[in-house]
């Protein structure tokens, strides 16, 4: 694998893509579409525990903010529509929410402090707001009206559950919708929240990154 072949080369500190939800959290540690996410950090951390191991750090970004407004996330941005994943909280549940920008500006910050994440995970967010926050900024920002849906996570779950049944006679019936479902159904159930259960966003202590705020990416929008 690329992480063993990393390590024979000499690579002292590996970052492998782990931008996304966070897989520390049980819950979305068994989320199908991250097996092998999971596969890539367990052998990670067996090979740093060997005498010359190789360090590692999970950059953990939450969703994508500038490419979440967009049909994958059941967004209609002619009609102004949006079907929401909803845990009984009508979309209140909070996401973290990262630029693709900020991104790579967080990930040279946390290059430039290898020994607070040696072996950790940093967590960054350019901002952190619910389905309902989206919703509110396109009105109060662009004079926009979204009309919310609200999808009952127990009808994500039976689709999901129909859907990996497939999978497992046809790998090929995967879809799009499958892989989506799977990331709404931890978004609604404040999984997609990186600051949660006493952990802190790292973010917070990198001053010379500027984060993208809310409001910026939906006047980009509309």
Do not use: C
Not at 73 to 102: C, L, M, Y
């Amino acid at each position: 694998t690329i992480i063993r072949v990393a390590r024979a080369a000499g690579v002292k500190w590996f970052l492998p893509s782990e931008f996304g939800l966070d897989l520390s959290v049980p819950a979305n540690s068994e989320i199908p579409l991250f097996a092998g996410k999971i596969a890539a950090r367990n052998a990670l951390e067996e090979q740093a525990t060997r005498s010359e191991g190789m360090a590692y750090t999970y950059v953990v970004t939450g969703a994508f903010a500038d490419m979440f407004v967009n049909p994958f996330h059941d967004w209609d941005t002619e009609n102004h529509t949006v079907v929401v994943p909803d845990a009984g909280n009508q979309g209140q549940s909070k996401i973290s929410f990262t630029t693709r920008q900020d991104v790579a500006y967080y990930t040279l910050a946390v290059l430039r402090r290898f020994d607070q994440f040696k072996n950790k995970t940093a967590r960054v967010a350019s901002f952190t707001a619910s389905y309902a926050d989206w919703v509110a900024a396109f009105k109060s920002v662009s004079g926009v009206k979204y009309t919310p849906t609200y999808e009952p996570l127990a009808v994500l779950e039976r689709r999901m559950v129909s859907a990996a049944a497939a999978a497992t006679n046809d790998p090929t019936t995967i879809d799009f919708k499958y892989i989506a479902d799977q990331l709404h159904a931890a978004m609604a159930t404040g999984h997609g929240q990186l600051d949660i259960d006493g952990k802190k966003l790292d973010s917070d202590d990198m001053p010379e990154v500027s984060p993208t705020p809310l409001a910026a990416i939906v006047a980009d929008i509309h």
